[in-house]
C-alpha cells in the first residue's frame, strides 16, 4: 500500500498527473487550463467538455454524459485525480460511484451535495451550525406557506427546494408577488418545487466565497463578486452570472477571519457530525448585511464565473491543492499562494439569454483576443464543428483577464472583447462597477 502511494507522488513529480475533469462549462475550461499549467499535470480530459477544451493543448473531450457514471469510472481507470464540475453528478451520487471503485475524486458525495441540492436540508444544518443566515421556515402545503406570508409581510423570498439552475428563487417585494410565486412553485419546478422555502429578505452586497475542505481542514479561496441579474446595473432577470471579479476589496482579513471561524468551520463540523466526508468545495453565498456576513445560500462545488476569476490568480499548482484535499493532507499542505492584484471575467451571452437564445453562430477573434497579455478566454457554450467555433449555449464566453489592479485587469478584459465576434452578442459594460464606484454597496 505504501510502497503503491511512492510510486504515485514518485511519478507525479515526473509530470505524470492525469486529470479528468466533468463538465462543460466555462468553470471547468478554467479548471483544466489552470490544472495544465502545473508542471506535474500531463494531460486532461473534459468529459464531455467543450469548443474550449478541445482546442486546449494537453486536453482531450471525451463525449460521455455527465449522468454516465459507470462510464466515467470506466474513463477514469488510469486518472489520478477526478474534478466534478456541476451540482447535478455531485447530487446523484457521481463521487459515491468513483470512491466506490477507489477512484480519487474530489466532490462532495450525494450526501453531503444536498448542502445545495436540498435549501430545506441545508437550513436546518445551518440553524444546528448556529451560523448566521435569514429566517426562515420549510413548507410543503401551500395553504400554510400562504398564511406565513400573510403574517410576516413583504419584502420577503420564496426558494423553490431542489436543483432550479439558479431559477428557483423569487424575492418578492410584495404580498401578491409572494402568494404568487408560492402557487407558481408548487407545479413549476416539478420535485424541485414541491417544498418551498421562505425567508426573510436581507439586504447588502453579495459575496462568494469558495473554500476548499478535505473533511477536516477548511480554506477559502480568494473572495469573488458575481453579477447575477442580465441588465447593467444589476437590473433585469437573474441568471447564472453575468461576469465576476476576484479579489473583493470590501471583504477585510479580519471579515475573512470571522467567516472562517463562524462559518465555513461550524459547517463542517456539523457534516462530519453526519458522518458527512466532505472532499471538495463548500462555496458560502454571503450577504454582507447591517448585522455582518450571513449565508444565503451553499453550493457544493466551484462557482461559475467566479471560478474563472478566481483562477488566474492562484500560483498554487491546482492539482497539488485538490490532491491534498482528496488525500485528507489538507493541514500539513503549504498555505495557498495568489498572485497579487486583480482579476475580471466579463461574460459574453447569446441574444435572448436568460430567455430563449440561438445557436449556432459561428464565432471569431477568440484568438486575437488571448494574444493580449494576461488574458483567458473561457468557454461555455460552444461547439468546434470542423473547425469553425459555434455558439451552443447562452453563456457563450467568459472573457478573462488580470493585472496589478482592477483598472488593469477590467480594461484588458473589455479590450480582449471588443476582438470577439457573433451574431447578437451581448454583455454587460459594467463588470466590476462596484470596485470603480470604491463601494460594493448596491
Ligand atoms: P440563490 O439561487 O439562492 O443563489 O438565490 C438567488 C439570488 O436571490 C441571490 O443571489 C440573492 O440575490 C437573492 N436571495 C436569495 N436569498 C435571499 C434572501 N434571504 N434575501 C435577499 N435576497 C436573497
Ligand atoms: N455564480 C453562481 C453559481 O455558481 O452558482
Given at each position: ?16 498527473v ?9 468553470r ?96 436546518a444544518?445551518?440553524q444546528a ?44 417585494t ?10 407558481a ?24 466565497v ?29 441568471t ?43 462555496y ?13 445560500e451553499f ?58 437564445y440561438?445557436?449556432?453562430e ?55 472583447i ?25
Open positions: 500500500m505504501k510502497q503503491s502511494l511512492l510510486v504515485k507522488l514518485f511519478e507525479r513529480s515526473e509530470g505524470n492525469k486529470v479528468l475533469v466533468v463538465g462543460s462549462g466555462g471547468e475550461h478554467a479548471l483544466a487550463w489552470k490544472l495544465l499549467q502545473s508542471d506535474t499535470v500531463r494531460q486532461v480530459i473534459c468529459v464531455p467538455g467543450n469548443g474550449g477544451t478541445a482546442r486546449l493543448a494537453g486536453c482531450q473531450n471525451l463525449p460521455l454524459s455527465v449522468d454516465d457514471f459507470e462510464e466515467i469510472a470506466q474513463a477514469a481507470q488510469t486518472a489520478d485525480l477526478v474534478v466534478v464540475g456541476p451540482e447535478v453528478p455531485l447530487a446523484e451520487g457521481i463521487v459515491d460511484h468513483l470512491r466506490s471503485k477507489n477512484i480519487p475524486a474530489f466532490g462532495p458525495t450525494k450526501a453531503g451535495a444536498q448542502i445545495e441540492a436540498s435549501k430545506s436540508w441545508a437550513k444544518l445551518m451550525a448556529r451560523v448566521p443566515t435569514a429566517k426562515g421556515a420549510t413548507f410543503t402545503n401551500l395553504e400554510a406557506a400562504k398564511a406565513y406570508i400573510q403574517d410576516q409581510g413583504a419584502p420577503i423570498v420564496i426558494k423553490a427546494n431542489g436543483l432550479a439552475a439558479g431559477k428557483g428563487v423569487t424575492v418578492a410584495t404580498v401578491e408577488q409572494a402568494l404568487a410565486a408560492v402557487a412553485a408548487q407545479g413549476k419546478f416539478g420535485a424541485a418545487g414541491n417544498q418551498v422555502l421562505i425567508e426573510e429578505c436581507l439586504t447588502g452586497p453579495e459575496v462568494s469558495l473554500a476548499i475542505t478535505d473533511g477536516l481542514t477548511i480554506r477559502p479561496l480568494l473572495p469573488a463578486q458575481d453579477h447575477k441579474r442580465i441588465g447593467e446595473g444589476d437590473t433585469g432577470e437573474n447564472g452570472g453575468m461576469g465576476a471579479y476576484a479579489p473583493v476589496p470590501l471583504v477585510t482579513a479580519n471579515q475573512m477571519a470571522q467567516i472562517q471561524q463562524e462559518i465555513l468551520e461550524p459547517v463542517l463540523k456539523a457534516l462530519r457530525s453526519q458522518q458527512i466526508d466532505y472532499r471538495g468545495v463548500l458560502a453565498g454571503l450577504m454582507f448585511t447591517p448585522a455582518g456576513p450571513k449565508v444565503i453550493n457544493c462545488r466551484f462557482g461559475d464565473p467566479e471560478t474563472q476569476a478566481i483562477l488566474p490568480l492562484l500560483e498554487t499548482p491546482l492539482d497539488s491543492l485538490l490532491l491534498a484535499c482528496v488525500e485528507q493532507r489538507l493541514a500539513e499542505f503549504p498555505a495557498i499562494a495568489w498572485k497579487p492584484g486583480a482579476s475580471a471575467c466579463v461574460v459574453m451571452a447569446a441574444a435572448g439569454y436568460p430567455g430563449a440561438a445557436k449556432g459561428e464565432i471569431t477573434g477568440i484568438d486575437q483576443a488571448e494574444q493580449l497579455a494576461n488574458v483567458a478566454v473561457f468557454q461555455a457554450g460552444t461547439q468546434l464543428q470542423e473547425q469553425k467555433l459555434l455558439t451552443e449555449g447562452g453563456r457563450v464566453l467568459g472573457v478573462t483577464a488580470w493585472g496589478e489592479d482592477f483598472d488593469q485587469a477590467l480594461a484588458q478584459a473589455y479590450a480582449a471588443d476582438c470577439i465576434e457573433f451574431n447578437g452578442s451581448y454583455y454587460r459594460r459594467d463588470i466590476g462597477y462596484r470596485v470603480r464606484l470604491g463601494t460594493t454597496t448596491p
